[in-house]
Protein backbone atom coordinates (compact mmCIF):
# COMPACT_ATOMS: atom_id res chain seq x y z
CA UNK A 1 0.00 0.00 0.00
CA UNK A 2 1.49 3.54 -0.67
CA UNK A 3 2.16 5.91 1.50
CA UNK A 4 0.13 8.90 2.25
CA UNK A 5 2.94 11.13 0.41
CA UNK A 6 3.18 8.70 -2.39
CA UNK A 7 -1.10 8.96 -2.52
CA UNK A 8 -0.56 12.95 -2.77
CA UNK A 9 1.52 12.54 -5.46
CA UNK A 10 -0.82 10.18 -7.22
CA UNK A 11 -2.80 12.83 -6.57
CA UNK A 12 -1.57 15.07 -9.22
CA UNK A 13 0.30 17.06 -6.19
CA UNK A 14 3.81 18.00 -6.63
CA UNK A 15 6.58 16.64 -4.23
CA UNK A 16 7.43 20.21 -2.97
CA UNK A 17 3.68 20.77 -1.91
CA UNK A 18 3.32 17.47 -0.23
CA UNK A 19 6.32 17.54 1.33
CA UNK A 20 6.30 20.95 2.95
CA UNK A 21 4.27 23.43 4.97
CA UNK A 22 2.53 25.98 2.64
CA UNK A 23 3.11 29.28 3.75
CA UNK A 24 -0.01 30.78 5.75
CA UNK A 25 -1.68 33.73 5.12
CA UNK A 26 -3.47 33.38 8.28
CA UNK A 27 -2.20 34.98 11.85
CA UNK A 28 -2.42 33.47 14.76
CA UNK A 29 -5.48 34.99 16.15
CA UNK A 30 -7.50 33.46 12.85
CA UNK A 31 -8.80 30.56 14.66
CA UNK A 32 -13.07 30.49 16.04
CA UNK A 33 -12.14 32.82 19.28
CA UNK A 34 -15.55 32.41 20.96
CA UNK A 35 -14.70 28.47 22.04
CA UNK A 36 -11.56 29.30 23.48
CA UNK A 37 -12.85 32.41 25.22
CA UNK A 38 -15.80 30.07 26.73
CA UNK A 39 -13.61 27.79 28.14
CA UNK A 40 -11.76 30.94 29.79
CA UNK A 41 -14.68 32.24 31.31
CA UNK A 42 -15.31 28.17 32.20
CA UNK A 43 -12.28 28.27 33.80
CA UNK A 44 -12.71 31.49 36.07
CA UNK A 45 -16.45 30.57 36.91
CA UNK A 46 -16.29 27.25 37.96
CA UNK A 47 -12.15 26.66 38.78
CA UNK A 48 -11.65 23.44 40.04
CA UNK A 49 -15.09 22.18 39.34
CA UNK A 50 -15.12 22.39 35.71
CA UNK A 51 -14.69 18.91 35.49
CA UNK A 52 -17.66 18.69 36.76
CA UNK A 53 -19.58 21.45 34.52
CA UNK A 54 -22.56 20.29 32.79
CA UNK A 55 -21.40 20.94 28.84
CA UNK A 56 -24.22 22.07 26.67
CA UNK A 57 -22.70 25.00 25.17
CA UNK A 58 -21.07 23.32 21.87
CA UNK A 59 -22.98 21.06 20.23
CA UNK A 60 -21.03 17.60 21.04
CA UNK A 61 -22.32 14.47 21.55
CA UNK A 62 -23.17 14.35 24.99
CA UNK A 63 -23.03 10.40 24.81
CA UNK A 64 -19.38 9.68 23.71
CA UNK A 65 -17.86 8.26 20.85
CA UNK A 66 -19.57 4.93 19.76
CA UNK A 67 -18.55 1.39 21.14
CA UNK A 68 -16.89 0.50 17.71
CA UNK A 69 -14.89 3.87 17.62
CA UNK A 70 -13.56 3.76 21.06
CA UNK A 71 -12.88 -0.25 20.69
CA UNK A 72 -10.40 1.45 17.46
CA UNK A 73 -9.24 4.33 19.52
CA UNK A 74 -8.05 1.72 21.89
CA UNK A 75 -6.17 -0.16 19.63
CA UNK A 76 -4.90 2.62 17.86
CA UNK A 77 -2.72 3.72 21.11
CA UNK A 78 -0.31 0.88 20.24
CA UNK A 79 0.69 2.37 17.40
CA UNK A 80 0.74 5.94 18.40
CA UNK A 81 4.71 5.95 17.55
CA UNK A 82 4.04 5.64 13.77
CA UNK A 83 3.23 8.03 11.45
CA UNK A 84 -0.34 7.70 9.82
CA UNK A 85 0.27 6.85 6.05
CA UNK A 86 -1.25 3.20 5.98
CA UNK A 87 -4.15 4.71 8.20
CA UNK A 88 -4.61 7.81 6.03
CA UNK A 89 -4.83 5.74 3.24
CA UNK A 90 -7.58 3.44 4.37
CA UNK A 91 -9.90 6.26 5.80
CA UNK A 92 -9.75 8.36 2.20
CA UNK A 93 -10.45 5.17 0.26
CA UNK A 94 -13.50 4.74 2.70
CA UNK A 95 -14.62 8.43 2.65
CA UNK A 96 -14.71 7.65 -1.69
CA UNK A 97 -16.88 4.65 -1.21
CA UNK A 98 -18.71 6.06 1.48
CA UNK A 99 -20.18 8.62 -1.00
CA UNK A 100 -19.36 6.80 -4.52
CA UNK A 101 -16.96 9.64 -5.20
CA UNK A 102 -13.35 8.84 -6.30
CA UNK A 103 -10.28 9.16 -3.75
CA UNK A 104 -8.84 12.05 -5.49
CA UNK A 105 -11.91 14.64 -4.75
CA UNK A 106 -11.56 13.82 -0.85
CA UNK A 107 -9.67 16.67 1.19
CA UNK A 108 -9.43 15.72 4.71
CA UNK A 109 -8.62 17.64 7.63
CA UNK A 110 -8.04 18.61 11.36
CA UNK A 111 -11.83 18.85 12.21
CA UNK A 112 -14.18 20.25 9.30
CA UNK A 113 -12.30 23.53 10.91
CA UNK A 114 -9.39 22.95 8.01
CA UNK A 115 -11.74 22.58 5.36
CA UNK A 116 -12.96 26.08 6.05
CA UNK A 117 -9.48 27.19 6.04
CA UNK A 118 -8.11 25.62 2.56
CA UNK A 119 -11.01 26.61 1.11
CA UNK A 120 -10.35 30.15 1.73
CA UNK A 121 -6.92 30.05 1.03
CA UNK A 122 -7.53 28.32 -1.97
CA UNK A 123 -10.47 30.37 -3.25
CA UNK A 124 -10.08 33.89 -1.99
CA UNK A 125 -7.71 36.50 -1.40
CA UNK A 126 -7.50 40.41 -2.35
CA UNK A 127 -9.93 41.25 -4.10
CA UNK A 128 -12.63 38.55 -3.67
CA UNK A 129 -15.37 38.11 -1.23
CA UNK A 130 -16.59 35.64 1.44
CA UNK A 131 -20.66 35.43 1.81
CA UNK A 132 -21.76 34.25 4.68
CA UNK A 133 -25.16 34.72 6.68
CA UNK A 134 -25.31 35.51 10.10
CA UNK A 135 -25.33 34.53 12.69
CA UNK A 136 -23.40 31.47 11.54
CA UNK A 137 -19.96 29.38 12.61
CA UNK A 138 -18.08 32.10 12.55
CA UNK A 139 -14.31 30.41 11.64
CA UNK A 140 -14.73 30.64 8.00
CA UNK A 141 -15.42 34.36 8.45
CA UNK A 142 -11.68 34.55 10.72
CA UNK A 143 -9.91 32.53 7.81
CA UNK A 144 -11.11 35.27 4.71
CA UNK A 145 -11.12 38.45 6.44
CA UNK A 146 -7.25 37.29 7.21
CA UNK A 147 -6.63 36.65 3.67
CA UNK A 148 -7.52 40.23 2.50
CA UNK A 149 -10.75 39.01 0.97
CA UNK A 150 -14.13 41.19 1.57
CA UNK A 151 -16.52 39.47 3.97
CA UNK A 152 -19.89 40.23 3.53
CA UNK A 153 -22.73 39.04 6.27
CA UNK A 154 -26.20 39.00 5.24
CA UNK A 155 -28.95 38.05 7.68
CA UNK A 156 -31.18 34.81 7.75
CA UNK A 157 -34.41 35.20 6.74
CA UNK A 158 -37.55 35.70 8.77
CA UNK A 159 -37.73 31.61 9.16
CA UNK A 160 -33.88 31.58 9.60
CA UNK A 161 -33.13 30.31 6.41
CA UNK A 162 -30.11 31.72 4.21
CA UNK A 163 -31.04 34.48 1.91
CA UNK A 164 -30.14 32.92 -0.78
CA UNK A 165 -31.17 35.97 -3.26
CA UNK A 166 -29.32 37.97 -1.35
CA UNK A 167 -26.21 36.04 -0.94
CA UNK A 168 -26.76 35.66 -5.16
CA UNK A 169 -26.73 39.42 -5.42
CA UNK A 170 -23.49 40.01 -3.55
CA UNK A 171 -21.73 36.81 -5.84
CA UNK A 172 -22.52 38.89 -8.82
CA UNK A 173 -20.17 41.82 -7.68
CA UNK A 174 -16.57 40.15 -7.52
CA UNK A 175 -15.31 36.14 -7.23
CA UNK A 176 -17.11 34.56 -4.11
CA UNK A 177 -16.69 31.81 -1.78
CA UNK A 178 -20.50 31.94 -0.61
CA UNK A 179 -20.91 29.69 2.64
CA UNK A 180 -23.78 27.74 3.29
CA UNK A 181 -24.28 25.90 6.95
CA UNK A 182 -26.96 23.23 6.43
CA UNK A 183 -28.48 22.91 9.46
CA UNK A 184 -27.36 26.70 10.60
CA UNK A 185 -25.18 26.33 13.93
CA UNK A 186 -26.13 28.27 15.54
CA UNK A 187 -30.16 28.36 14.82
CA UNK A 188 -30.56 24.63 13.86
CA UNK A 189 -32.29 25.53 11.56
CA UNK A 190 -32.98 24.22 7.95
CA UNK A 191 -32.74 26.03 4.10
CA UNK A 192 -34.75 23.55 2.14
CA UNK A 193 -32.55 21.57 -0.32
CA UNK A 194 -35.39 22.90 -3.14
CA UNK A 195 -34.34 26.19 -2.84
CA UNK A 196 -30.32 25.21 -2.41
CA UNK A 197 -30.76 23.52 -6.07
CA UNK A 198 -32.36 26.73 -7.91
CA UNK A 199 -29.57 28.96 -5.96
CA UNK A 200 -26.88 26.58 -7.19
CA UNK A 201 -28.37 26.44 -10.83
CA UNK A 202 -27.71 30.75 -10.99
CA UNK A 203 -24.61 30.57 -9.27
CA UNK A 204 -22.37 32.80 -11.14
CA UNK A 205 -19.36 31.62 -13.12
CA UNK A 206 -16.95 33.34 -10.50
CA UNK A 207 -18.67 31.75 -7.92
CA UNK A 208 -18.17 28.84 -5.33
CA UNK A 209 -19.99 27.27 -2.35
CA UNK A 210 -18.92 25.63 0.80
CA UNK A 211 -21.84 23.84 2.18
CA UNK A 212 -21.18 22.94 5.48
CA UNK A 213 -22.95 19.41 6.69
CA UNK A 214 -21.70 19.10 10.00
CA UNK A 215 -25.13 18.28 11.35
CA UNK A 216 -26.22 16.53 8.55
CA UNK A 217 -26.98 13.43 10.56
CA UNK A 218 -29.27 14.72 12.67
CA UNK A 219 -31.19 16.18 9.35
CA UNK A 220 -32.22 13.28 7.96
CA UNK A 221 -36.00 13.38 9.32
CA UNK A 222 -36.85 16.34 7.94
CA UNK A 223 -38.78 16.31 4.38
CA UNK A 224 -37.01 19.38 3.22
CA UNK A 225 -33.46 18.07 3.68
CA UNK A 226 -31.08 15.76 1.65
CA UNK A 227 -27.60 15.82 1.79
CA UNK A 228 -25.58 17.48 -1.37
CA UNK A 229 -23.43 14.00 -0.48
CA UNK A 230 -26.12 11.66 -0.71
CA UNK A 231 -27.74 13.56 -3.58
CA UNK A 232 -24.97 15.43 -5.67
CA UNK A 233 -25.59 18.23 -7.99
CA UNK A 234 -23.70 18.22 -11.55
CA UNK A 235 -21.95 21.42 -10.42
CA UNK A 236 -17.86 21.74 -10.21
CA UNK A 237 -18.16 24.69 -8.12
CA UNK A 238 -20.09 23.15 -4.58
CA UNK A 239 -17.30 22.08 -1.64
CA UNK A 240 -19.73 19.69 0.89
CA UNK A 241 -17.60 19.72 4.43
CA UNK A 242 -18.17 16.91 6.70
CA UNK A 243 -17.22 16.35 10.66
CA UNK A 244 -16.58 13.61 12.84
CA UNK A 245 -16.94 15.50 16.06
CA UNK A 246 -21.27 15.54 16.25
CA UNK A 247 -23.00 12.60 15.40
CA UNK A 248 -19.28 10.43 15.81
CA UNK A 249 -18.49 11.78 19.15
CA UNK A 250 -14.95 12.30 17.61
CA UNK A 251 -15.05 16.32 18.80
CA UNK A 252 -11.78 15.94 20.61
CA UNK A 253 -10.09 14.21 17.78
CA UNK A 254 -10.08 16.62 15.38
CA UNK A 255 -11.24 15.03 12.27
CA UNK A 256 -13.18 16.54 8.97
CA UNK A 257 -13.15 15.90 5.29
CA UNK A 258 -14.33 17.85 2.21
CA UNK A 259 -15.45 16.44 -1.50
CA UNK A 260 -15.49 18.48 -4.18
CA UNK A 261 -14.61 17.88 -7.73
CA UNK A 262 -10.84 16.68 -8.65
CA UNK A 263 -9.62 20.17 -9.58
CA UNK A 264 -11.34 22.09 -6.64
CA UNK A 265 -9.27 18.99 -3.98
CA UNK A 266 -6.53 19.00 -5.68
CA UNK A 267 -5.92 22.62 -5.02
CA UNK A 268 -7.10 23.08 -1.79
CA UNK A 269 -4.62 19.86 -0.52
CA UNK A 270 -1.86 22.26 -1.19
CA UNK A 271 -3.15 24.10 1.62
CA UNK A 272 -3.35 21.22 4.05
CA UNK A 273 -1.23 21.09 7.07
CA UNK A 274 1.02 17.82 6.13
CA UNK A 275 -0.02 14.16 8.17
CA UNK A 276 -3.06 16.18 9.54
CA UNK A 277 -5.11 13.41 10.62
CA UNK A 278 -3.47 11.85 13.67
CA UNK A 279 -3.15 7.38 13.89
CA UNK A 280 -5.95 7.19 16.28
CA UNK A 281 -8.31 9.57 14.51
CA UNK A 282 -7.78 7.91 11.49
CA UNK A 283 -8.92 3.89 12.65
CA UNK A 284 -11.56 5.54 14.77
CA UNK A 285 -13.09 7.02 11.79
CA UNK A 286 -13.12 3.97 9.37
CA UNK A 287 -14.71 2.06 11.97
CA UNK A 288 -17.48 4.73 12.31
CA UNK A 289 -17.91 5.04 8.88
CA UNK A 290 -18.58 1.07 8.80
CA UNK A 291 -20.48 1.36 11.63
CA UNK A 292 -24.11 2.18 10.15
CA UNK A 293 -26.27 0.53 12.66
CA UNK A 294 -25.04 2.08 15.55
CA UNK A 295 -24.75 5.96 14.07
CA UNK A 296 -28.62 5.70 13.08
CA UNK A 297 -29.45 4.41 16.24
CA UNK A 298 -27.26 7.73 17.70
CA UNK A 299 -29.46 9.76 15.12
CA UNK A 300 -32.74 8.30 16.66
CA UNK A 301 -31.67 9.03 20.29
CA UNK A 302 -30.86 12.45 19.35
CA UNK A 303 -34.23 12.83 17.91
CA UNK A 304 -35.91 11.51 21.08
CA UNK A 305 -33.78 14.06 23.24
CA UNK A 306 -34.70 16.81 21.05
CA UNK A 307 -38.52 16.07 21.26
CA UNK A 308 -38.36 16.03 24.42
CA UNK A 309 -36.51 19.46 24.76
CA UNK A 310 -39.41 20.94 22.81
CA UNK A 311 -41.90 18.90 25.09
CA UNK A 312 -40.09 21.10 28.11
CA UNK A 313 -39.88 24.09 26.20
CA UNK A 314 -43.89 24.14 25.17
CA UNK A 315 -44.45 23.43 29.01
CA UNK A 316 -43.09 26.54 30.30
CA UNK A 317 -44.13 28.87 27.00
CA UNK A 318 -41.12 28.89 25.48
CA UNK A 319 -40.70 28.61 21.79
CA UNK A 320 -37.41 27.80 20.36
CA UNK A 321 -36.72 27.76 16.83
CA UNK A 322 -37.76 24.28 14.40
CA UNK A 323 -34.25 22.42 14.96
CA UNK A 324 -33.09 19.44 12.77
CA UNK A 325 -29.47 19.58 15.24
CA UNK A 326 -28.54 18.40 18.14
CA UNK A 327 -28.94 21.75 19.67
CA UNK A 328 -31.89 24.10 19.48
CA UNK A 329 -31.87 28.06 19.92
CA UNK A 330 -34.64 30.00 22.10
CA UNK A 331 -35.83 33.46 22.83
CA UNK A 332 -34.86 33.75 26.70
CA UNK A 333 -36.67 36.58 27.27
CA UNK A 334 -33.75 38.63 29.07
CA UNK A 335 -30.00 39.28 27.88
CA UNK A 336 -28.22 36.36 26.56
CA UNK A 337 -25.18 37.39 28.92
CA UNK A 338 -27.32 36.98 32.39
CA UNK A 339 -28.86 33.67 31.62
CA UNK A 340 -25.17 32.60 30.31
CA UNK A 341 -24.07 33.74 33.44
CA UNK A 342 -26.97 32.29 35.77
CA UNK A 343 -26.12 28.25 34.44
CA UNK A 344 -22.50 28.95 35.32
CA UNK A 345 -23.22 29.82 38.75
CA UNK A 346 -25.17 26.75 38.44
CA UNK A 347 -22.59 24.55 37.06
CA UNK A 348 -23.57 24.52 33.57
CA UNK A 349 -22.59 25.92 30.53
CA UNK A 350 -24.59 26.84 27.92
CA UNK A 351 -23.88 28.30 24.01
CA UNK A 352 -22.43 32.04 23.85
CA UNK A 353 -24.01 35.23 22.86
CA UNK A 354 -24.42 35.38 18.88
CA UNK A 355 -24.66 38.81 17.25
CA UNK A 356 -28.14 40.18 16.08
CA UNK A 357 -29.76 37.59 18.99
CA UNK A 358 -29.01 39.31 22.10
CA UNK A 359 -32.39 37.70 23.71
CA UNK A 360 -31.25 34.26 22.24
CA UNK A 361 -29.63 31.04 23.60
CA UNK A 362 -28.34 28.09 22.38
CA UNK A 363 -28.56 24.95 24.47
CA UNK A 364 -26.85 21.44 23.34
CA UNK A 365 -29.14 18.49 23.82
CA UNK A 366 -27.55 16.42 27.01
CA UNK A 367 -28.03 13.32 28.49
CA UNK A 368 -31.58 13.00 30.26
CA UNK A 369 -30.00 13.61 33.94
CA UNK A 370 -28.47 16.76 32.69
CA UNK A 371 -31.53 17.87 30.73
CA UNK A 372 -33.34 17.66 34.29
CA UNK A 373 -30.98 19.90 35.81
CA UNK A 374 -30.79 22.27 32.67
CA UNK A 375 -34.93 22.79 33.51
CA UNK A 376 -34.42 22.59 37.12
CA UNK A 377 -31.92 26.09 36.66
CA UNK A 378 -33.90 27.37 34.36
CA UNK A 379 -37.25 27.71 36.25
CA UNK A 380 -34.87 28.30 39.52
CA UNK A 381 -34.17 31.68 36.76
CA UNK A 382 -37.64 33.57 37.17
CA UNK A 383 -36.94 34.05 41.01
CA UNK A 384 -33.53 34.49 41.26
Known amino acids: MPTRRSFLQSLGVSAAASAAIVSSPFPLHAFEPSRHGQAVDAKSALGAER ?56 VTGCGSTEILRVAVAAFLGPGSKLIVPTPTFEAISEYAGATGAEVTKLPLTSSYAHDLDAMLTQAATKPSLIYICNPNNPTASLTPRKDLDAFISRLPANSYVLIDEAYHHFATDSRDYRSFLDEPVDNPRVIVARTFSKIYGMAGMRLGYGISSTENAQWMRRFQTQDNVNIVAAQAAVAALQ ?63 FPLMDNLVRISFGKPSEMQKFWTSWDGMKTS
Open 291 to 353: DTAEMQAAARRNASDRQEFFTQASRRGLKPIPSSANFAMMDAGRPATEVIKHFQKNGILIGRR
Open 51 to 106: AKAILLNSNENAYGPLPKIVAAMQEAIGWANRYADFDYDALVWTISDQHKVKPQQV
